[in-house]
């Protein structure tokens, strides 16, 4: 059984939340299933269990699938229509999906089954649970969903897993060879199911991994644009602009919300700064800012707004229980679609243009401190030697690459739909690829916003030199923490390491915590 530090995540009582998804796909949280979840699940069963005695036709019960909706099944040969969908479903290509999104929308997919809405007996609650208990991860291929019916392929694979076939991961050797999942099952003391009628459409038909890859995005995200606001501030500070644009009552006049917070976090960062410019009596200051400065709470606010929106839809979807059919409180059994990916899709889009809006304008502010005809005052790509050194400037060329990458992966894929299932299935909502896209360009901006912080404490050290003032103390004690790990070059030096600990400052959390030790509270 795998070790379980987080505290336990209760199903069928109260919906999930999307810090219960991250809980269970990052922390190994153990899950419980609730005496009502047991209730209703028993009671949905008896349903299909009645359907399935009767001499009609029921989709999913007694007949084929999709456009084989039309040929019956003999009671003799229920079994193996379940067994043949799983193992034929299960079409996954390419590379591994992350063991974090595979737990991700296993848990989603169980709180659908113990909704009593599916059909599908006790016993296969309980075993999905006990795989996922035990840290037993089945293995799933990038490539093979269309994201209507669902996440058939990714779902196929867990499914496996359950009838004790497939290849898994196990707790104890998460980045080891594959272990056949019948091996990985009787170590754990899990029987493999046999299932039943309905049971295997119940396993397959649901939009949970691309749920669940937004549930982990907007988790990151959540961070990432506190550490964009930290970032601007920074490099604000760095090229010896104005705060004044910052100040509420002008972003009053333009209430949005995303847009308030980014703008009084960047206040909150700047307080007692000594380089900025304040307008004094009687000196000149600077009038305005380049957009990348001054415009800084209005993209990272925009994104902000963005990710309030997919996390509204996220919320709608953790209370959902998807399936086709689904078994009805009044015990009718009813065909639809909701299993389309459409809603989850057009949001993982939405913020992969968000994510690849905020690398650009962060990567802006990157280059402006290399040049020095508007860097006011440092020295060319920040060199300790320029000319002799190189200093920043490859620095740059990374950030320009991966926002260039950001940008195409920013070109939607909700927008694309290829028919399938004989053109039973003529319109498809692609919003697994939506997810496996914004995955990498959240990683991506990630890495362009700790190029900018890499960036701007380096110019803090030339300005401590320049005897211009001090920082403000956020901002100091940035400078402090990325000195821990990164010294202040005297000349140029192997850069890719350096690149390297910063990224893992910012993705740690440890630029965050940094600043909030300083302020005596975190940022919003």
């Known amino acids: 059984m795998t070790a379980h530090t987080a505290a336990p995540v209760a199903i069928g009582d109260a919906p ?25 699940v028993t009671a949905s069963r008896s349903v299909i269990e009645a359907l399935a005695n009767d001499t009609r036709p029921h989709y999913g019960v007694s007949t084929g699938f999709g456009a084989l909706a039309k040929v019956q099944i003999p009671v003799e040969k229920r079994q193996q229509l379940q067994r043949s969908l799983i193992r034929s479903h299960a079409a ?18 169980l709180n659908t089954l113990a909704s009593g809405r599916t059909g599908v ?42 009838m004790g076939e497939g290849e898994v991961r196990t707790a104890a050797d998460p980045d ?32 949970d991994g691309m749920l669940g ?37 002008l972003h009053a006049l333009r209430p949005h919300p995303g847009q308030a917070s980014a ?24 009038v305005q800012d380049a957009y990348s400065l001054r415009c800084a709470p209005q993209v990272h606010g925009a994104a902000r707004d963005t990710a309030a929106h997919a996390a509204r839809v996220a919320g709608i979807e953790l209370v959902s229980a998807i399936d086709n059919p689904v078994v009805l409180p009044d015990g009718r059994v ?37 040049d020095v005809s508007r860097n006011h005052g440092l020295p060319p790509f920040l060199a300790a030697d320029a000319g002799l050194d190189s200093g920043l400037m490859i620095a740059q060329y990374t950030a320009a690459g991966i926002v260039s990458e950001l940008k195409r992966l920013a070109a939607p894929a909700s927008v694309d739909s290829i028919p399938s299932s004989a053109m039973q299935e003529d319109h498809v909502s692609m919003g697994w690829a939506a997810g496996r896209k914004l995955r990498r360009s959240i990683d991506g901006l990630a890495r362009v916003l700790s190029i900018e912080l890499l960036t701007s404490t380096r110019a803090l050290d030339f300005r401590a030199a320049d005897g211009l ?25 192997f850069l890719s390491p350096t690149i390297t600990a910063a990224h893992e400052l910012v993705a740690s959390g440890a630029v965050r915590s940094a600043v909030a030790g300083v302020l005596g509270a975190p940022l919003d």
Request: hydrophobic share 50%; glycine share 8%; with cysteine.
């Open 16 to 40: 999930l939340t999307i810090a219960d998804v991250v809980s269970v796909a990052r922390a190994d949280a153990r899950i419980e299933i609730s005496a009502t979840a047991r209730e209703r």
């Open 92 to 109: 996954g290509t390419g590379a591994e999906v992350e063991r974090e999104v595979v737990r991700a929308l296993m848990l989603l997919r």
């Open 121 to 162: 007996r006790i016993e296969v609650v309980d075993t999905y649970a006990a795989i996922l208990n035990a840290g037993i991860t089945p293995v799933v291929h990038e490539y093979g969903s269309l994201g209507c019916s669902g996440d058939l392929s990714p779902l196929a694979h867990c499914a496996l897993t359950l």
């Open 176 to 207: 080891g060879r594959p272990v056949a999942a019948a091996e990985a099952l009787a170590a754990a003391g899990i029987e493999p199911l046999v299932l039943a009628e309905k049971e295997g459409l119940a396993l397959i038909n649901g939009t």
């Open 213 to 249: 890859m937004l549930c982990l995005a907007l988790t990151d995200l959540a961070h990432l644009l506190t550490i964009a606001d930290i970032a601007a501030a920074a490099s604000v500070e760095g090229l010896t602009g104005t705060d004044a644009v910052f100040a509420a009552d």
């Open 263 to 286: 703008a009084a976090n960047m206040v909150r960062v700047l307080e007692g700064s000594h380089l900025v410019q304040r307008p004094r009596e009687g000196e000149f200051t600077r």
């Open 334 to 370: 009813e065909s639809n679609g909701n299993f389309h990916g459409a809603p989850v899709a057009y949001v993982l889009d939405f913020l992969a243009i968000a994510v690849a809006d905020v690398a650009s304008i962060s990567e802006r502010r990157t280059d402006r401190f290399l």
């Open 469 to 493: 003032g001090d920082p403000a103390p956020a901002t100091a004690a940035i400078h402090a923490l990325f000195r821990t790990r990164i010294p202040a070059p005297d000349t140029d030096t």
